[in-house]
């Protein structure tokens, strides 16, 4: 694997379940960010870790539970869900510092909460 | 706060022929990074071009190239001898220069719906 995956690419969830959305950057990165993308909207930062430690919390909803357990691994909890939070979900990674900081994304994962 | 605009929702234009897209910004910042991204339609985000604000020459890669005015606020990608593969969804990215951990968060366009024409 290169680059920036995701899994799944494609998440159909009812309002009341509980999943998880993966992602793994294999290009040795330090910071790590989570993007919802919707219809019509630029992209929206919902949050950023760096080192490992989350950084920035754009007031997104409780319903979203960030965790970056190491560098190269980011997680994202879905709890109970609403309609309007179906989107599509990238995640991004970059090195910081050394004049470094273009950010690489993911695939993204598609999710539908019905 | 920043913003980013891109007027033109969408645009075409035909194969081999020149196109350019256009983005202003707000920001109160003077030092800062600008890109164009391309999200093609199987959506892997991908990075066109970048551009540091402290250099007066525009940026070029290959068949593409940026007018950055940054006295306007206007960075606008042209894209040269136009191929089938540009077809996509083109975003222009503000981000302030580094200011600790974390800083380094990009503010998107809306985008522009890019289609090449055979």
């Known amino acids: 694997e290169t680059g920036v995956t995701q899994t799944p690419r494609h998440l159909v969830m009812g309002m009341t379940n509980k999943k998880s959305l993966k992602c793994e950057q294999h290009l040795g990165h330090n910071a790590m960010y989570w993007y919802k993308q919707s219809a019509k909207k630029p992209l929206e930062l919902m949050f950023v870790?760096?080192?490992?430690?989350?950084?920035e919390n754009n007031s997104v909803p409780s319903r979203f539970s960030p965790e970056c357990p190491n560098s190269s691994h980011l997680f994202l909890h879905l709890h109970t869900l609403q309609p309007e939070d179906s989107a599509l979900y990238l995640c991004a990674s970059s090195q910081e510092w050394l004049g470094l900081y273009e950010q690489y994304f993911g695939p993204g994962t598609r999710l539908t909460v019905t | 706060a920043q913003t980013v605009t891109q007027s033109q929702p969408e645009m075409s234009v035909q194969e081999a022929e020149t196109v350019t897209l256009s983005c202003t910004y707000d920001t109160s910042e003077s030092n800062y990074y600008l890109f164009w991204y391309k999200q093609p339609p199987s959506r892997q985000m991908i990075l066109v071009i970048r551009q540091e604000a402290y250099k007066q020459q525009n940026a070029t890669e290959n068949r593409f190239s940026v007018n950055f005015q940054k006295a306007a606020k206007s960075f606008s990608l042209k894209i040269s001898d136009s191929q089938l593969g540009d077809t996509a969804m083109y975003f222009c990215a503000f981000m302030k220069a580094y200011s600790g951990a974390g800083s380094y968060q990009l503010t998107f366009g809306k985008g522009t719906k890019l289609s090449v024409i055979p």
């Open positions: 870790y760096s080192l490992e430690e989350r950084v």
